[in-house]
């Protein structure tokens, strides 16, 4: 019977490479399995950023497309399990309804390998393999020649559910989009888009500074356009005070805005002769003195944005201390009341952008002298703040550039754009409320001559001295102005 040999010999072997790996002595230690990290493939453009924890695997994905003009990226797009060395994983590209599968591989500390298995439906740019390497930066910058814009979703009371915000370029269609977690309070938002000017809003939310329309956000290389508040549109008796387009991937309908003979009914003036109160230049105060008869009223109106402070004051003759002669009503385009009680005087921080009704109503049986003062103090601070900062001219090509914009009194918008010796800088500006005026720094960041804060420049056009980075700062002389700033750089012959 032979059945123990072959038993003793397997057993006796055994023992001999037991005792020539070492007698016994520990094996080595695999590798820690660690996906968490920064990894990238320059040569696709294509990144990931990676969470591990324990077995579940989450992060997003960034993919530049088309030498720049698609831009595929989502956060929170990547979720799976792993198992061993390989994580099977669902993605969520920024261009397709639904995910797709893929294998991320752990080749070592500094590796893994991508791999497309179950691609999703229709358009998506994420490489169907690729090897990425680690990073050390944890930080996501954008991909070269793109900009970013970075704000927040804002709705009217908590909670804020997830949402998904787009930018579409107002030129050539070009758009991305991002999708937010859902908050209890507001809900922020980064969206990675190629060089342009874009409308920002989601399903019935919207960026807008008018309350009427969405501000078109121009965004640079390189550049960074943040505090971009995305909300519900103002109510009134027409409804929303404006409407949004469809999504640009069908995931919502055009909601439209309210008609014009309705929207035109409440933003006319009521009575017909409210007098509109014009701060004059370089101010940023009003007031006028007059009579009022037994019980009645005075309306004045005027243009003030969101963030602003409004102080307005009411003085009577007789006096009002003891015995209330007159009072002050204040109330919004919107239809919103201010002041609900008989008061001399309101201070508050505009809560939207739009025009503002000051009533002075009598409430004596005798005529009275009145006396009523609107201020609207610029932000504390040594210089205004830059709203926006833009490059127009990179190069010495020659340039012809329309820019229109919206900027509030205590602020500028600044342009910059590289200049040589000789070349013909024109530039021009007009407004729709006529306060719109423009500064020119120079490489040593002085004014111009004939440019200075205070001479209200709308036209200039003069040779350049020197080489270098020369700036437009514009802003209002009174109040908040919307303008079209044209400027046009002659080449040297």
């Not at 169907?128 to 009371?157: C, F, M, Q, W, Y």
């Not at 500006?429 to 002085?446: H, K, R």
Request: proline fraction near 8%.
């Amino acid at each position: 019977m032979n059945t123990k040999k072959p038993a003793l010999q397997i057993i006796g072997l055994t023992f001999a490479l037991w005792l020539l790996a070492g007698c016994g002595s520990a094996p080595t230690a695999p590798p820690t399995i660690d996906f968490s990290g920064h990894w990238e493939d320059v040569s696709s453009a294509f990144s990931l950023d990676l969470s591990q924890d324990g077995e579940q695997l989450q992060g997003n994905h960034t993919v530049v497309a088309q030498q720049g003009n698609k831009i595929d990226s989502l956060d929170k797009s990547i979720e799976g399990s792993i198992q061993g060395n390989t994580a099977v994983i669902n993605f969520q590209s920024s261009f397709a309804t639904n995910s797709g599968v893929a294998q991320i591989v752990f080749i070592d500390q500094n590796t893994i390998f991508w791999k497309v298995t179950n691609p999703p439906d229709g358009e998506y740019y994420l490489p169907n393999e690729a090897t990425l390497v680690k990073k050390e930066s944890a930080a996501n910058p954008p991909p070269d020649g793109t900009g970013t814009i970075t704000g927040r979703v804002h709705l009217v009371a908590p909670p804020t559910p997830r949402m998904v915000i787009y930018a579409v370029d107002l030129t050539n269609g070009t758009w991305a989009f991002t999708e937010t977690e859902a908050t209890d309070g507001e809900a922020p938002f980064s969206i990675t888009v190629p060089p342009g000017t874009y409308q920002v809003f989601g399903e019935g939310v919207g960026y807008s500074m008018d309350s009427l329309t969405l501000t078109p956000v121009t965004v640079a290389v390189n550049q960074t356009v943040s505090d971009i508040v995305v909300r519900p549109p103002s109510q009134s008796e027409c409804g929303s005070m404006m409407g949004y387009p469809a999504a640009p991937d069908g995931r919502f309908a055009a909601i439209p805005g309210p008609s014009a003979d309705c929207l035109a009914s409440i933003l006319t003036p009521q009575p017909a002769d409210a007098t509109r109160i014009q701060f004059q230049p370089n101010t940023t105060s009003w007031y006028t003195p007059g009579d009022l008869a037994p019980n009645a009223s005075i309306r004045f109106v005027l243009s003030a944005m969101q963030g602003q402070q409004m102080n307005v004051t009411l003085t009577t003759e007789p006096d009002s201390s003891a015995t209330p002669y007159a009072s002050l009503y204040i109330s919004g385009a919107d239809g919103v009341a201010y002041t609900l009680n008989p008061t001399m005087s309101w201070s508050s921080v505009l809560p939207t952008s739009q025009d503002y009704y000051i009533e002075v109503r009598s409430m004596s049986q005798q005529s009275i002298i009145y006396q009523v003062s609107v201020e609207i103090p610029v932000a504390a601070g040594a210089s205004p703040k830059i709203a926006i900062d833009q490059s127009i001219r990179f190069a010495t090509d020659p340039l012809d550039v329309e820019l229109n914009g919206t900027v509030i009194g205590g602020e500028r918008d600044r342009y910059s754009l590289s200049m040589l010796a000789g070349e013909i800088l024109d530039v021009q500006i007009t407004s729709l409320e006529g306060n719109a005026v423009f500064s020119i720094l120079g490489p040593d960041q002085i004014p111009l001559p004939g440019t200075e804060e205070g001479r209200d420049t709308i036209q200039w056009a003069v040779p350049i001295a020197v080489d270098g980075v020369y700036s437009i700062l514009v802003g209002p002389t009174r109040g908040n102005t919307t303008y079209t700033l044209k400027v046009k750089v002659s080449s040297l012959p």
